[in-house]
């Protein structure tokens, strides 16, 4: 049986690579990918499968209500799959104001759609900082049932839509499944992230700020796993349920580091510590047993495969990388900051990952 999917968000990293993976295991699904195309978005991502027709895509906002109605209005979609965000945490320090809007009103426009038109199944694409901090020198896991403490605008406002997203599970009864995942690294990732910024910046013999210093612990998931993972619970997931999903591999941001180092043969004397961001997580680790037992979902990709994968794709594809940092004016001194936008006293300049 196939399905009409919208995919919102498709043009971005991790969407792109769900476009991908859901074209090449699913192909008899009818795939519209829409995207607002900000600077995270990047239609050349998908290029083969726009060229071959394989996906239909459209540009457009989310948080333009009307938008969204008319568009459900002429497509009857069979699923929504919501990869569309704001997600970096240092940009809604900076500018908090486009989180609402685009993480949280525009999450409530597509549940309104779907409830309007009677969309079978809604997925929401989260993340483990909804949880907040697990604290440094701790042993615990974020569960699903771990209470929601987010403490960035960013994660506050993915908590927000998570909350609006069950709720209408309970209220209207949608169907719903929500994934939250831990930190994501592979190809298509935009160049300001820790893994892609760090490589870039190594690459060039050009300092690698770490915040702090550099302990701060992610638990690191390939990208490829990841979207295999959703997969299952868009097609298999319990409706008003939520599901972990994670890598198994805590690395403190140094050791990421050290290895971008290592592998192109550059100095450690590179690693510059940096003033710490405002409201800097200490750790994050998933307990994914729920989807594993559930769902039979485990990592594929050790991280020392996914690495490697990782920084050969970034060697083949420099021209990729090149064209989006040039385009979106990526400084490595206050990359995070536009040229109209300036940071409140407070904040500093050290808007860095």
């Not at 549940?111 to 929401?124: D, I, K, N, S, T």
């Not at 490697?308 to 021209?319: C, L, M, Q, S, V």
Request: proline share 4%; glycine share 6%; aromatic share 12%.
């Amino acid at each position: 049986m196939s399905n009409n999917l919208l995919i919102t968000g498709g043009a971005g990293f991790i969407g792109a690579n769900f476009v991908y993976l859901t074209a090449k295991q699913h192909p008899e699904d009818k795939i519209t990918v829409l995207d607002k195309l900000t600077y995270a978005g990047n239609k050349d991502s998908l290029a083969p499968l726009i060229k071959s027709k394989k996906i239909t895509f459209i540009k457009g906002d989310i948080a333009n209500k009307r938008f969204v109605l008319d568009l459900f209005k002429k497509e009857k979609f069979s699923a929504v799959v919501n990869f569309a965000a704001e997600t970096h945490v240092d940009r809604s320090i900076v500018s908090p104001s486009i989180f609402v809007m685009t993480n949280i009103i525009g999450t409530h426009n597509l549940l309104e759609a779907c409830r309007q038109f009677g969309v079978p199944r809604y997925h929401q694409i989260s993340t483990d900082e909804v949880y907040g901090d697990l604290g440094e020198n701790s042993v615990d896991y974020f569960m699903e049932n771990t209470n929601l403490d987010p403490n960035c605008p960013y994660a506050a406002s993915k908590a927000a839509a998570d909350i609006l997203v069950l709720s209408y599970f309970k209220t209207y009864g949608l169907f719903v499944t929500i994934s939250r995942c831990s930190n994501n690294y592979g190809p298509y990732q935009f160049p300001e992230k820790l893994i892609p910024y760090f490589f870039h910046l190594a690459e060039n013999n050009k300092p690698l700020p770490l915040y702090g210093k550099g302990t701060n612990v992610r638990d690191w998931l390939f990208v490829e796993d990841h979207c295999s993972a959703i997969d299952l619970v868009l097609r298999r997931g319990r409706a008003g349920e939520v599901y972990n999903i994670g890598g198994h591999n805590e690395k403190q941001n140094l050791e990421i580091a050290h290895l971008i180092l290592k592998f192109l043969g550059r100095s450690p004397d590179l690693i510059t510590f940096v003033e710490d961001r405002l409201a800097h997580d200490k750790r994050y680790a998933m307990d994914p047993s729920k989807i594993e037992k559930e769902l039979g979902w485990y990592p594929s990709v050790t991280f020392e495969q996914g690495i490697a994968r990782t920084f050969e794709w970034y060697k083949a594809n420099k021209d990729w990388c090149t064209k989006i940092t040039k385009k979106n004016q990526i400084d490595e001194t206050r990359k995070h900051i536009s040229i109209k936008e300036k940071p409140t006293k407070s904040i500093k300049t050290n808007i860095l990952k």
